[in-house]
């Protein structure tokens, strides 16, 4: 990993260091999974008391494992994370930077950053430099991509400035929900879209399969009962139903979700139709 060396290198160093184009998202999806499934097993097993609700005890060791198996992943990779963020947002910044003398002297720290970073980082490097026309050299051998400026994406611009192979929804860097929510700059990261893409959907899919199929143990002992979302926030007392069965919160949360999911698609489509 990044800080980490590799001296003995055994099968896990080997295919670590032949995965080194996909470090950044590997340990980010490691890190969001770990947490999630961390914080999944801490509520559910210490504050919720699934383990002494009889109807629940099939989750049990499930939830354990992944309140351990959560713990675990994220103590290596979480720190991983903010190592390779904190070199992110180093790029971030110098790609910002519109100063041709202040590229040149941070120049030496863009290049440790994108070479952590891996090949895409590296050519939106490069783009920087094709701006200020600045000598590239042989190091990098990738097609650049002209950096994003904050009033390209006022102005519709940054769609023309994307390779073709980038306006896929899977590797966007303008979605329909960065423009909604212009603040939040992380939401032009492919990697984050593609975690709210993942969310997204598995939240979704397992809102529809908890209606529609039933997730949890009726009394014939069958999984043929659903969870209803709306009794369990107003503490009625029966919780499950036979499946299917659609409350108004998992409907609500289910929509909600699907929006979202749309709403990650690549928001340059729209504007390129209408023309």
Partial sequence: MASRGTSNLGLFARW?????????AIITYSTILSVASLIWGFVFLFLLGGHSDPDLQHLVPWSWLAFVGGLLVAFYAAPEFFVYLGQKQILEDILLIDSRPE???????AEDAADMLGTRYQARLMGLYQVHNI???????VEAITPIRPHFAATGEVANLLPADDNTWWNTTDSILSRVLPGLHA???????RGVIISSTILMLGLLANSALGMFEGPSGEMDHTLDLTASLYEF??????SPHY???SILFILVCGGILMMTRPGHSSSEEEE
Wanted: without cysteine; positive net charge; glycine residues 2%.
């Fill in 135 to 141: 000598n590239i050299g042989k190091k990098y051998r």
């Fill in 237 to 242: 007392s029966a919780l499950h139903e036979p």
């Fill in 247 to 249: 409350d108004a919160v």
């Fill in 16 to 24: 670590w260091q032949s995965q080194s184009e996909r470090h950044f």
């Fill in 187 to 193: 939401l032009r990261n492919p990697e984050i879209n």
């Fill in 103 to 109: 590229v040149l002297r941070r120049r030496k720290e």
